[in-house]
C-alpha cells in the first residue's frame, strides 16, 4: 500500500467504497505495483481478497507484500485471502487429467469456450460464511492480469463475460470490489486485447493508467500515472484538477509528483 | 600452431577433473577456491551448486548465460526458474552463439543439459560448443611444464614469481573472472570431447520423437509442443529438479535450450500467416512452461525468429510471457551496415525486458546503446556511446564528451532532452568563451592572450598581430 497513491485517490483502509471496478491498465511500462498497492489496500483494510494470479508465483506477491507490509501466508491461512495462482495450477491441470473440473480448466481444451469455472471459483471464494468468529468487510475479486486470458487462447468476448458475470455477483450482489489488470498493447495492432481494454473502460468505475514516458527510459521517473474518475461531472472546482501525476518506484513504496517536478530536475 | 594442440588437451583434461571433482585439483592456485567456497557458503544453502550465486538485489539464485558482459546487463545472471527469450537477428548468425554459450557453461559447471531442436540434431549441437577459456589454473600449468623444460633450477621460483605478479591484474581486467560463475569462451575451438562425454545430457530432437503416434486426443496444442512439455516434464520429474519433492541426490541445475521456437519446423504457423486460428499456441506453450519452470531448479534459453511472425500482437504477447528478453539485430543488410558510426560493431543488441522478482523494480541498466561484435575468438558486448564518443570529440567543445557520456546513458540519443542539453550547453560554452575574452584583455600587455594563444602558433609567432592590442586573432 503506498499512501501517496491512497492521497491522490482520496481513500484509505478504514473507508472502503463498495460496488466498484476499478480497471488497472499499463502502456509501455509494468504496471504490476498498482496490483501490489491493490492487494496490501485491501488486505489491511480487512476485506476478504480473491487473487487471481496469472503471471507470477505467490512467492514474489508474499515478498512483495511483505515489503509493503502484509503477510499473504498469514492471510491465507486466516480466510482471508483466496489465491489461485496460475503457473502452478496450469502445470497440474496440463499434465494430470482430473475428475473434477479446474478453474483453469480451459488450458486443455481444444478452443476454449468459456471461464464459466473461474467464475464458480471467484464465486465460491468470496461467498460469505457463517463462522461468525470473523467477519471479514466488503468481498473484493482481484485479477493480474486479464490480457494473459488472450494469451492462453480465451476470446476476449468470453474475458468480457466472464468480468460481468464477477460484477453481478462480486459488485451488485455482494457489494464487494473488483480490481483487474490489463495490459494496453499500444501499436502492436492487437485486436483481442483493444476489445477487451474498450469494453473494460466502458463498465469500470476508475482507471489507473500507468504509462511509460514518451521520451523514453529515465532513471529518476519511471512513468507517468493518469487517473480518471468515471462518475457524474462535480460542480466544485475538483474537475479542473489535473489527473496526471509521475512516479518513481522506489524499494517499497512509490513516490508520486505533478508533471516535470521529479527531485531529480528540481 | 604445434602449441595450440597440447593447450586445447591441457585445457581439457583440467577441465573434466575441475568438472567432475569439481574443487580439488592440485594447483598452485588453491587460494581462491578455498574463499570462493567459504563466502558462498555463508548464504543460503542452495548455493552449494556450482555455477550460481544469489542476486544481491532479490535472493534469487543466479545461473551465468555464459557471456559475463551480459550477464551483467541482465542484473548479474539469468535467475533460476525464469526463461530468457533472445529474439533471433535476421539471417541467424550471432544468436546460436548465445545459445551455444548457455549450454557450455552448463557443462562446464557440471549442469544437466536439455536441448531441444526441430532443425539439428542435439548431439550435433553439443559438439559445436565452444571450448572455454579457463584462463589461470590450465594455462598456468601449461606455462609451467615449458618453463621446467627449458630453464634450470633457479630460474624456475623467478619464473613462477613473474607470473604471480602478473597475475591478478589479469583477472581483474575481466568484469567476472574465471572462478566459478561466468567463463569466456573461444568460438574458434571446439569443446573437449571429455567435457562433453562427461555431462549429462539429454536431447529432444523433433523429428524423431513425432514419428509414431498421431492418433492423440485433440488438444489445445501443436503436437511439436505438447511432446516438448511432456519431455521437459518427465526429465525435471525424474531426475528431481522440482523442488518439491526432496532431492536425494545433489542438487544441481538444469540447463533447457530450445531452438527456433515457433519456426516453421516445430509444426506451428504463425510464422506462415497473419491470421491463423491456432495464434495462441506458441504463448500457452510458453505460459506451461514457465510454470514448470518456477516449481524447479532449471533456467531456459529459447531463441526465436521473431522477425518471421507476421503478427505484431503475437509478439508483444509472447514478450509478455517471457522473463528476460534480448534482442539481437545484426547489420548485415542493412544501410547501417556502411554507417561509419558503426563499422567497429557486427550489430546492436538490446535488451527488451528484465524481470521483477521478488521486487517491486528491477534492475534496469543504465546503458542502453549496446553494440556486439564477433571478433576472432570472442563475442563482445560494448556500449556505442564510446565509439561515438571517439569520433564527435573533435566536433563538440571539450569537456562536452564527459558530459555527454554522463548524461545521455539515461537520454535516449536524439531525444527532447537529449537536444535540449546540447543547446543548453552550447549557450553556455559560448558564454564561457566570450568571458574568456575579457579576461585576456588586460593581459594584453605581456601579450599573452589565451585566446589568441589558443588561436595558433602561426598568428602567434607574427609581430604584427602581437602588436595588434584588443583584436581577437583573426587572419585578415
Given at each position: 500500500m503506498f499512501p501517496e497513491l491512497n492521497n491522490l485517490l482520496n481513500t484509505t483502509p478504514d473507508r472502503v467504497e463498495q460496488g466498484k471496478l476499478t480497471l488497472l491498465c499499463d502502456a509501455k511500462t509494468d504496471g504490476s505495483f498498482l496490483v501490489h498497492h491493490f492487494l496490501s489496500f485491501y488486505l489491511k483494510a480487512n476485506c476478504k481478497v480473491c487473487f487471481v494470479a496469472l503471471i507470477q508465483s505467490f512467492t514474489h506477491y508474499n515478498i512483495v507484500g511483505q515489503k509493503l507490509g502484509v503477510s499473504l501466508t498469514t492471510a491465507r491461512e486466516r480466510g482471508q485471502l483466496m489465491f489461485l495462482e496460475g503457473l502452478k495450477s496450469s502445470v497440474d491441470v496440463f499434465f494430470r487429467a482430473e475428475e473434477k473440473p479446474h478453474?483453469?480448466?480451459?488450458?486443455?481444451?481444444?478452443?476454449?469456450?468459456?471461464l464459466q469455472p473461474l467464475y464458480e471459483f471467484v464465486r465460491e471464494a468470496l461467498q460469505p460464511v457463517d463462522q461468525g468468529e470473523t467477519a471479514w468487510r466488503c468481498p473484493v475479486l482481484l485479477v493480474d492480469n486479464l490480457s494473459v486470458l488472450l494469451s492462453l487462447g480465451v476470446g476476449a468476448v468470453a474475458v468480457l463475460d466472464f468480468i460481468h458475470y464477477c460484477r453481478a455477483a462480486v459488485c451488485c450482489e455482494l457489494q464487494g470490489n473488483m480490481v483487474v489488470l490489463a495490459h494496453d498493447s499500444g501499436d502492436a495492432e492487437d485486436e483481442e486485447n483493444d476489445i477487451l481494454l474498450n469494453g473494460l473502460s466502458h463498465q469500470s468505475h476508475l482507471i489507473l493508467r500507468a504509462e511509460g514516458l514518451a521520451t523514453g527510459f529515465c532513471r529518476d521517473v519511471h512513468g507517468q500515472l493518469r487517473v480518471l474518475w468515471r462518475r457524474p461531472p462535480q460542480p466544485t472546482a475538483q474537475r479542473d484538477r489535473s489527473l496526471t501525476y509521475q512516479y518513481k518506484i522506489q524499494d517499497k513504496s512509490v513516490s508520486f509528483f505533478a508533471k516535470g517536478l521529479s527531485p531529480a530536475v528540481l | 600452431m604445434a602449441a595450440v594442440g597440447p593447450c586445447g588437451t591441457g585445457t581439457g583434461s583440467t577441465g573434466s577433473v575441475a568438472a567432475a571433482a569439481s574443487k580439488n585439483n592440485v594447483t598452485s592456485f588453491q587460494r581462491r577456491g578455498p574463499r570462493a567456497s567459504s563466502s558462498d557458503s555463508g548464504g543460503s544453502r542452495l548455493v552449494s551448486i556450482a555455477g550460481t550465486r544469489p542476486s544481491v538485489r532479490n535472493g534469487q539464485l543466479l545461473v551465468s548465460t555464459g557471456l559475463p558482459a551480459l550477464d551483467q546487463l541482465l542484473g548479474g545472471g539469468l535467475a533460476v526458474g525464469t526463461v530468457l527469450l533472445i529474439e533471433e537477428d535476421k539471417y541467424n548468425i550471432y544468436s546460436p552463439l548465445l545459445f551455444k554459450y548457455f549450454l557450455a557453461e552448463g557443462i562446464i559447471n557440471g549442469h544437466n543439459l536439455l536441448v531441444a531442436s526441430a532443425k539439428e540434431d542435439p548431439e550435433k549441437i553439443l559438439q559445436e560448443l565452444p571450448a572455454p577459456l579457463l584462463d589461470d589454473n590450465c594455462k598456468k600449468e601449461f606455462d609451467e611444464e615449458i618453463y621446467n623444460d627449458k630453464t634450470p633450477e633457479s630460474n624456475i621460483k623467478m619464473k613462477i614469481a613473474w607470473r604471480y605478479q602478473l597475475l591478478p591484474k589479469m583477472e581483474q581486467a575481466?568484469?567476472?573472472?574465471?572462478?566459478?560463475?561466468g567463463h569466456y569462451y573461444d568460438v574458434s575451438k571446439k569443446m573437449p570431447q571429455e567435457l562433453i562425454e562427461a555431462s549429462n545430457w539429454h536431447g529432444f530432437f523433433l523429428p524423431e520423437k513425432i514419428s509414431s503416434t498421431l492418433n492423440i486426443e485433440p488438444c489445445s496444442l501443436t503436437h511439436g509442443y505438447i511432446k516438448l512439455l511432456q519431455f521437459i516434464q518427465k526429465i525435471i520429474y525424474e531426475e528431481g529438479f522440482d523442488g518439491s519433492n526432496p532431492q536425494k541426490k545433489q542438487k544441481n541445475i538444469l540447463r533447457i535450450g530450445i531452438q527456433n521456437l515457433g519456426s516453421p519446423l516445430w509444426g506451428d504457423d504463425i510464422c506462415c500467416t497473419e491470421n491463423c486460428d491456432n495464434s495462441h499456441n506458441l504463448t500457452k506453450f510458453l505460459y506451461i512452461l514457465r510454470g514448470l519452470l518456477r516449481t524447479s531448479l532449471s533456467a531456459c534459453i529459447i531463441t526465436m525468429p521473431t522477425h518471421l511472425i507476421q503478427n505484431k500482437a503475437i509478439i508483444a504477447r509472447i514478450t509478455n510471457l517471457s522473463d528476460t528478453v534480448v534482442h539481437l539485430e545484426s547489420f548485415i543488410g542493412s544501410e547501417r551496415e556502411t554507417n561509419p558510426l558503426y563499422k567497429d560493431y557486427h550489430g546492436l543488441i538490446h535488451i527488451r525486458q528484465i524481470p521483477r522478482l521478488n521486487n517491486l523494480i528491477c534492475d534496469v541498466?543504465?546503458?542502453?546503446?549496446l553494440a556486439f561484435k564477433l571478433k576472432r575468438k570472442l563475442f563482445t558486448i560494448e556500449w556505442v556511446q564510446d565509439n561515438y564518443l571517439r569520433q564527435e570529440r573533435n566536433i563538440y567543445p571539450p569537456g562536452f564528451s564527459y558530459l555527454l557520456k554522463q548524461k545521455d546513458s539515461a537520454w535516449g540519443e536524439g531525444s527532447l532532452q537529449h537536444s535540449t542539453f546540447l543547446m543548453s550547453f552550447l549557450a553556455k560554452a559560448t558564454a564561457f568563451a566570450s568571458r574568456l575574452v575579457r579576461h585576456s584583455e588586460p593581459l594584453k600587455q605581456t601579450g599573452r592572450g589565451r585566446i589568441r594563444h589558443a588561436a595558433g602558433p602561426r598568428l602567434w609567432h607574427d609581430g604584427r598581430r602581437q602588436e595588434a592590442p584588443g583584436l581577437l586573432a583573426i587572419p585578415s
Open positions: 478453474p483453469l480448466q480451459f488450458l486443455r481444451e481444444a478452443n476454449a469456450g468459456n | 575481466g568484469p567476472v573472472s574465471s572462478s566459478r560463475f541498466s543504465d546503458v542502453k546503446d
